[in-house]
């Protein structure tokens, strides 16, 4: 899917709308993306092309849509001055007078400055290009053996890095009932109450990076997040009154390196504060498909298996122990770990896995 929605991003067809959104064009758009779009797509190739050779030289890939959201990111915070960085200045020179053509007559909003309104737009773009990948994949697919845990088990935890909604929809399908810490349906929206349940046959989900169908409103009393699945700019509450995002994108973070840096801080950060708490109920993590590249998510990881000896981590990989133990997470500590017998790998995806494969892993 990363690569994916990368070469979409680049070479999709996308069209600016009036509502400040980004849609993919219609048939009759042409084969091509238009106005705002082209100009942002020719600007995210040009940051590519920045980026690219220092991550085949470090990492011996190519840039992919979150390092080129990172990148464009951190331009509109040193430019804004929101966060100066001055290890980007040659870099940043270089994309300026490499995108000039782009950005010197187009229109701004930020401080009368072209440039940063232009990249400050491309991070819009890509969100909205992930919005629109990810909110299409709604079946899942090999993914029933969740609930088939969740039957099986006293408490569950779910922690996921995905914005995309299959796990809540087989939980649905299957008629398991979850906690994900938003409240019961009032109207069209299910509001943020940090409500998970705090007791023995309970099964939450945490979604720490978001997802493509929370939105930020404004209610009479306070500002805050909710779950609708419908138009956020056409959403009533439980009163029969609209709604009034205070953001028409949805809230789900991208971007690697920046994405980490409000892991502890505002609605976010709560998850996480969670996540901690509940990680510290239980001995055992099962993963699967994450590939070990996120800083925050493993400092916690790492601080958690050091809590108590018991504390161990399963992973469920179908290929060569090597893809693991050679990742940056598991790089130095790998032999460590496995001889503390704190890691173990089950040769088998999620989507192969039965209740029997996964069971002898249960907390005790």
């Known amino acids: 899917m990363v690569d994916e929605i990368s070469r979409r991003l680049l070479e999709g067809a996308w069209k600016p709308h009036t509502d400040g959104k980004f849609y993919r064009c219609e048939p009759e758009d042409g084969l091509e993306s238009l106005g705002e779009a082209k100009r942002i797509q020719n600007f995210l190739r040009i940051i590519k092309e920045n980026t690219d050779p220092h991550l085949l030289l470090r990492e011996g890939r190519k840039s992919h849509y979150e390092d080129i959201y990172a990148a464009t990111l ?16 040659k870099s940043l020179e270089w994309i300026k007078a490499a995108s000039t053509l782009l950005w010197v007559r187009g229109e701004h909003h930020i401080d009368k400055n072209r440039f940063a309104s232009l990249a400050d737009r491309a991070t819009d773009f890509v969100q909205w290009v992930v919005y629109h990948e990810i909110r299409e994949v709604s079946k899942p697919v090999g993914m029933n053996v969740i609930s088939a845990v969740a039957r099986a088990t006293r408490e569950l935890d779910i922690f996921s890095l995905n914005h995309d909604l299959l796990i809540e929809s087989q939980l649905n399908q299957d008629g398991v009932a979850f906690a994900d810490g938003f409240s019961s349906k009032q109207g069209d929206a299910r509001i943020f109450s940090s409500c998970w349940k705090e007791s023995d046959n309970a099964i939450r989900l945490l979604k720490l990076h978001g997802s493509v169908n929370w939105y930020m409103f404004r209610f009479k009393e306070w500002d805050q997040v909710a779950i609708v699945n419908e138009n956020p700019d056409y959403c009533c509450g439980g009163d029969g009154k609209s709604l009034e995002p205070l953001n028409t994108k949805p809230m789900f973070l991208i971007g690697t390196t920046v994405k980490e840096q409000v892991y ?14 509940l990680l510290s109920k239980h001995q055992t993590l099962i993963c699967c498909g994450y590939g070990w590249r996120d800083k925050g998510i493993n400092m916690r990881l790492n601080q958690w298996l050091r809590d108590a000896k018991a504390n161990r981590i399963v992973i469920l990989h179908n ?7 050679r990742t940056r997470f598991w790089y130095f500590q790998w032999e460590d770990y496995i001889e503390a017998n704190k890691v173990l790998i089950v040769p088998k995806w999620l ?14």
Do not use: H, K, W
Request: charged residues 25%; aromatic residues 12%; hydrophobic residues 35%.
């Open 74 to 89: 951190q331009m509109v915070r040193d430019e804004t001055r929101e966060v100066t960085n001055p290890l980007i200045a």
């Open 264 to 277: 502890g801080i505002g609605f976010l950060g709560e998850f996480f504060t969670r996540f901690r708490e």
């Open 319 to 325: 290929g060569p122990v090597e893809q693991v133990a």
């Open 351 to 364: 989507s192969e896995c039965s209740v029997a494969d996964i069971q002898p892993y249960f907390d005790t």
